[in-house]
């Protein structure tokens, strides 16, 4: 079922980077659609505070997507969410990007900001004990573990600190990182190491969820030895990163090592008038504000690529 | 007062909830708080107001004590993430889920508990 519209620009993801593009697309009257696999803001709605956007003394993430998602509708901007894109066909000078319940739309251009999403360790059990005993949201879920013991998992920024929060809960919380030393900041790894309540076991990895109805045990591998140890348990909090969400992507875009799309200062990818903006990028710094900034580029030169 | 800033309909207390599945063969309820979890919920619930008109969706703060009818279903036992999302048939619990899903999770058990076949084998 092929769209009979072809839109000036399809942008795929509805983060922070692809409603600016959304805003600047279709305020310069572009025809603009954005296809959004997931619910829009993106990692932003993650964000319980904003305190450094310019221009907005606080506020949340939810509030900020939401502000940013009507001012791109009032643009005419088309927003489609919560849908599954199948396949991607941008050599060609009509771009066409394919769902999975087989509706299809054409573009000019396309920017790609599908942003990220928390890697999950893909063990066995880990969808089976999801609400289950496993969480990936300390905030959220925190309390369901009051007085129990749990296992963070993870030793960045995330994992160190949301380690420390969760002691609030639970009566013991054992940090599991695959490697020897910590990526964190340095203080929020004396924060945890100053808490009683944390213990740490590194160079090792989780190899599987067990349980019934709900998670009993984990089994776990000690990196340098092999050896494979069990651990009683009444959670788990994986905070092993995030990871880019250009798998689909792979067959069809440049991407580095790391499955990041590389782009020149201008988000131009290596195929003419495909952009990218966004989490998904191979950069260093990932912000709100950064993220805003690329889908601002990358909508300038869609346009500039279209009027040429 | 109203805890959740969504756009599906908000029920606060148990006897809305009550009054709502009473009134309604097919009724999907979100539990949950304006989290990361929850909320990509909330957004494809609203999603598919659009598309299920035989479904009525609506959202509950976790927090308000009103909430406990939900937070004590015995179907909710051993969840332990939220939102705590509650589907019902004829005004009783046909499923139950905990934590985060997607769409795919959630409009096949909206095609599987409230399917035409469903009801007609009800």
Redesign the interface.
């Known amino acids: 079922m092929i769209s009979e519209e072809i839109f000036d620009v399809i942008i795929v993801g509805g983060g922070a980077a692809g409603l600016t593009a959304g805003i600047y697309s279709s305020r310069a009257h572009l025809s603009t659609l954005i296809l959004n696999e997931g619910a829009i803001g993106g990692q932003m709605v993650l964000t319980d505070e904003i305190a450094n956007y310019p221009g907005v003394e606080k506020t949340n993430g939810y509030l900020l997507a939401s502000i940013m998602k009507n001012q791109a509708k009032q643009f005419g901007c088309k927003i489609k969410s919560n849908l599954k894109i199948q396949a991607y066909y941008l050599e060609e000078k009509i771009k066409r990007v394919v769902l999975e319940d087989g509706r299809e739309f054409q573009s000019r251009s396309v920017i790609l900001s599908p942003g990220g999403k928390p890697r999950p360790l893909q063990i066995p059990g880990e969808e089976q004990y999801k609400g289950g005993g496993i969480s990936y949201c300390a905030t959220c879920d925190g309390e369901f573990f009051t007085g129990k013991e749990i296992i963070v998992v993870g030793g960045g920024n995330s994992a160190l600190e949301e380690a420390v929060a969760l002691t609030t809960y639970a009566k013991k919380v054992t940090i599991v990182h695959q490697f020897d030393n910590f990526q964190a900041f340095q203080l929020a790894v004396d924060q945890a190491k100053l808490n009683p309540k944390i213990e740490f076991i590194m160079e090792t990895e989780l190899r599987s969820f067990n349980g019934n109805s709900v998670l009993k045990e984990v089994s776990m591998e000690h990196l340098p030895s092999g050896l494979i140890t069990t651990k009683n348990i009444d959670g788990v909090f994986i905070f092993a990163g995030y990871m880019p969400n250009t798998a689909d992507l792979e067959e069809t875009i440049a991407l580095n090592q790391r499955k990041e799309i590389i782009v020149d200062s201008d988000m131009k990818t290596n195929i003419p008038g495909v952009f990218a903006a966004g989490d998904c990028i191979a950069k260093k710094y990932r912000q709100v504000t950064t993220a805003v900034a690329d889908g601002t580029i990358a909508s300038l030169s869609a346009a500039e690529y279209i009027r040429s | 007062m109203k805890m959740l ?1 969504t756009n599906v309909q908000e029920i606060e207390t148990a006897a809305e909830l009550e009054k709502l599945i009473t009134e309604n063969d097919n009724v999907m309820v979100c539990c ?9 919920v909330y ?2 619930m609203e ?1 598919l107001e659009e598309e299920r008109e035989d479904v009525k969706f609506a959202v509950m703060s976790f927090d308000t004590p009103e909430a406990g009818i939900i937070r004590n279903d015995e179907a909710c036992r ?5 939102p705590f999302t509650m589907y019902y048939k004829k005004g009783k619990v046909a499923h139950a ?4 899903q ?3 999770q959630v409009a096949s058990i909206l095609d599987a508990q409230f399917s035409v076949s469903n009801v007609e084998n009800a």
């Open positions: 800033h949950g708080r304006m989290g990361p979890m929850c909320i990509p957004d494809l999603e051993g969840f332990m993430g939220l889920t905990s934590s985060i997607n769409m795919q």
